[in-house]
């Protein structure tokens, strides 16, 4: 009896070690705030890296963001690339059944493209260079999948003072199958007007493709090259004007395949615009950097290139390697057959949950097995950290707070609000910088970081990030 006690207790303290994770992070502080709960940076204590543990709350309050959270977290699992931000861990909650809220660690970016291209007017041609080549690597990867983005915008782009930037946000993304009815799949299509591709912004086209993301790349790398949002549209027939004063008025064989009357009969009325000289908009560009930006920035999405064809433009020469721009197997329907389904509120809890498990490899076995307990058997650690957000959001309002001994992570949603940067070392700074990138840069494998000996340093003004996206 005192053995299988014994058997009993060992196993119990295994279970804790493994699962608990109640220990493994320490909370810095609250870097960000929102609709969706808190965002605060942490240490893990096992490995000394900074992450960020976001929280949502009441996830299953509303069945769409629900799915919204579970569609994101599901993608960024099933893309793994340098390129793209990582969720390192998510936190096991203490019970299957009644679950509200998630806490996931994502690792820590000190920025967005939106504040790099804000507090940075002297970025060097290098810069632009690798910038473009990284967001057009990782468009490859999520193509190939055969993922598409949708909302692709300066503030969807997480950054590092050492050049290395990572999309994020994949809570408007969307698998395609080619079974997949347009009419129902992109009806819910709400993605920032200024960064849309004109396909979009009148339901022109029957059939969209992976083009619209390959638009707004387009419309990211001008932004960078100017300081400036190069359509900042008032509404959608504003956004077609500006697109049109600079591209010139579409070809009659385009406007005839736009699907939308409305739009149809406007670019038809419209008077004759003609296409403005990329070098007089962007003057001082590398003509390279402009031909491909022509071509990315085409009206008619049939005559975009892919995010492959553009990496082997000749403005990439010497940075660009194919063994460094990897492919992704497409993702299968099974994966998101919820998708394809009406599903209730009790399936979503129980998908995520099953998502949850991914990061907890033994209690994933057991439940694949039919024999995991539906209530577990430690303090968990879930409870830890809900004390430790609400210490610091009781608090954060009359400055530094000194962390409880003890927390843990969450998923947020849409924007946040950020805080002062994590005590501790002094954080890099993002400024003016004239450092110029390594073409050399490394590519080990998808989940390797790379180094840039250009710098781009952060102004004081520039928040901690951390990706939002649909939590």
């Given at each position: 009896m005192q053995q299988d006690q014994r058997k009993k207790s060992s196993a119990e303290a295994e279970f804790f070690t493994e699962y608990g994770d109640a220990s493994r992070y320490k909370i810095q502080e609250i870097v960000g705030k929102g609709s969706y709960g808190v965002v605060c940076s942490a240490i893990d204590v096992h490995t000394?890296?900074?992450?960020?543990?976001?929280?949502?709350?009441?996830?299953?309050?509303?069945?769409?963001?629900?799915?919204?959270?579970?569609?994101?977290?599901?993608?960024?699992?099933?893309?793994?690339?340098?390129?793209?931000?990582?969720?390192?861990?998510?936190?096991?909650?203490?019970?299957?059944?009644?679950?509200?809220?998630?806490?996931?660690?994502?690792?820590?970016?000190?920025?967005?493209?939106?504040?790099?291209?804000?507090?940075?007017?002297?970025?060097?041609?290098?810069?632009?260079?690798?910038?473009?080549?990284?967001?057009?690597?990782?468009?490859?990867?999520?193509?190939?999948?055969?993922?598409?983005?949708?909302?692709?915008k300066p503030k969807n782009i997480l950054a590092n003072s050492n050049c290395k930037l990572k999309i994020c946000?994949?809570?408007?993304?969307?698998?395609?199958?080619?079974?997949?009815?347009?009419?129902?799949?992109?009806?819910?299509?709400?993605?920032?007007?200024?960064?849309?591709?004109?396909?979009?912004?009148?339901?022109?086209?029957?059939?969209?493709?992976?083009?619209?993301?390959?638009?707004?790349?387009?419309?990211?790398?001008?932004?960078?090259?100017?300081?400036?949002?190069?359509?900042?549209?008032k509404n959608v027939v504003h956004q077609l004007d500006l697109m049109t004063d600079l591209l010139g008025t579409p070809s009659m064989d385009t406007i005839s395949r736009v699907r939308n009357e409305k739009a149809r009969r406007y670019l038809s009325s419209m008077r004759k615009k003609e296409l403005i000289s990329f070098s007089h908009k962007f003057p001082n560009a590398d003509p390279l950097a402009l031909d491909l930006l022509q071509r990315l920035l085409a009206f008619d999405p049939k005559d975009r290139p892919t995010a492959e064809e553009a990496l082997s433009h000749p403005y990439f020469k010497g940075l660009a390697k194919v063994e460094r721009e990897p492919s992704c197997q497409p993702i299968t329907k099974m994966e998101f057959e919820f998708e394809r389904r009406r599903v209730t509120k009790e399936d979503i809890r129980e998908l995520i949950f099953r998502e949850i498990l991914e990061y907890h490899p033994q209690l994933l076995k057991d439940y694949t097995n039919g024999t995991e307990r539906t209530t577990f058997l430690y303090p968990s650690a879930v409870d830890q950290f809900r004390k430790q957000f609400a210490h610091l959001e009781e608090n954060s309002e009359n400055g530094p707070v000194v962390p409880m001994d003890r927390k843990h992570t969450s998923l947020p949603r849409s924007t946040i609000v950020h805080s002062a940067p994590i005590h501790g070392k002094e954080q890099p700074r993002i400024g003016p910088s004239r450092d110029k990138p390594s073409p050399d840069e490394s590519y080990k494998n998808h989940r390797d970081s790379e180094k840039y000996s250009g710098n781009v340093q952060r102004t004081s003004q520039a928040p901690q990030r951390v990706p939002t996206g649909a939590f």
């Open positions: 000394g890296e900074k992450v960020a543990i976001k929280k949502i709350h009441d996830i299953f309050e509303h069945i769409s963001d629900a799915a919204r959270i579970l569609r994101e977290i599901k993608l960024l699992r099933l893309l793994r690339h340098p390129d793209i931000v990582e969720i390192k861990h998510i936190m096991l909650p203490p019970s299957r059944r009644d679950f509200k809220d998630i806490y996931v660690v994502f690792e820590l970016m000190e920025s967005d493209l939106h504040q790099v291209i804000k507090a940075n007017d002297d970025l060097t041609k290098e810069h632009y260079q690798f910038f473009l080549y990284q967001l057009l690597r990782a468009l490859k990867y999520i193509h190939t999948a055969n993922v598409y983005h949708r909302d692709l946000d994949f809570g408007l993304a969307r698998v395609a199958f080619n079974d997949t009815p347009t009419t129902i799949f992109w009806t819910d299509y709400v993605a920032t007007r200024w960064y849309r591709a004109p396909e979009l912004c009148g339901s022109f086209f029957s059939k969209y493709t992976p083009a619209i993301d390959v638009w707004s790349i387009g419309c990211i790398f001008a932004e960078v090259l100017t300081g400036k949002p190069l359509f900042p549209g």
